[in-house]
């Protein structure tokens, strides 16, 4: 099976525009959980997405904000960006066979996005 | 309250000797499952091993072991043989599975060097 893919890998923007990121999960994978990795806090939650329904939100701004497509496919969409929200956006699937084992979720290979 | 620790940010190993990267967690869910992450520098979130909180024997996947401590809330990896490639940050991260939070909470990382 192939794997979680993000596109694009690396992105540069300025202040004040806003940005789109894509996510497709592993075929099969209805949920899509999103995070933002950043050398001053680490690894955190953004959203998870499950069957185009957001089924869980971070502690995150507006500004933030994605969605789901009937296919699993996630985007996730930044307005207005700051300096601060320069990081790694890692996107990550997971199965839903019930099974505490298929809680695992396999991540992609990031989106590096640099804001200047 | 951070419900993920990892108090070593850096470690060093000799190639071919075996390392323990210390977790510990906190949760009150007596339903959580247990994950550690190799990240090399490209950014790929690489999933090792899974614990679930109700598993009576550790897990084990290749080199990898998971010396899990229930009553003492630990989760350490161990790391058998170490070779050059295993030169990386590794993350441990939990998911409680009642409740509404269901994210994965991810610890500081620990980055580390395999020494030729």
């Known amino acids: 099976k192939a794997g979680v893919t993000q596109t694009p890998r690396y992105l540069i923007k300025t202040r004040g525009q806003q940005v789109t990121l894509s996510c497709s999960p592993i075929?099969?994978?209805?949920?899509v959980s999103w995070y933002q990795q950043t050398p001053g806090q680490g690894l955190q939650f953004l959203f998870e997405?499950?069957?185009?329904?957001?089924?869980n939100k971070g502690n995150f701004p507006g500004r933030f904000s994605g969605r789901q497509f009937s296919n699993s496919r996630s985007e996730m969409n930044v307005s207005t960006l700051e300096l601060g929200d320069s990081a790694l956006y890692l996107c990550?699937?997971?199965?839903?066979?019930?099974?505490?084992?298929?809680?695992?979720?396999?991540f992609g290979p990031g989106t590096r996005l640099l804001v200047l | 309250a951070q419900k993920i620790t990892q108090t070593q940010p850096g470690m060093f190993v000799q190639e071919k000797e075996a390392v323990t990267l210390d977790c510990t967690y906190d949760?009150?869910?007596?339903?959580?499952?247990l994950f550690w992450y190799k990240q090399p520098s490209s950014g790929e979130m690489i999933f090792l091993i899974y614990?679930?909180?109700?598993?009576?024997q550790n897990a084990t996947e290749g080199r990898y072991s998971l010396n899990f401590q229930k009553a003492r809330k630990s989760a350490n990896l161990v790391i058998s043989a170490s070779q050059l490639g295993d030169s990386a940050m590794y993350f441990c991260?939990?998911?409680?599975?009642?409740?509404?939070?269901?994210?994965?909470?991810f610890g500081s990382g620990t980055q580390l060097t395999v020494l030729p």
């Open positions: 990550a699937s997971k199965g839903t066979s019930g099974l505490q084992y298929q809680e695992t979720q396999y």
């Open positions: 075929s099969g994978h209805r949920s």
């Open positions: 997405y499950f069957s185009e329904t957001q089924r």
């Open positions: 949760t009150s869910d007596p339903s959580y499952g």
């Open positions: 614990q679930g909180s109700y598993d009576q």
């Open positions: 991260a939990m998911r409680e599975f009642s409740g509404s939070a269901r994210q994965l909470t």
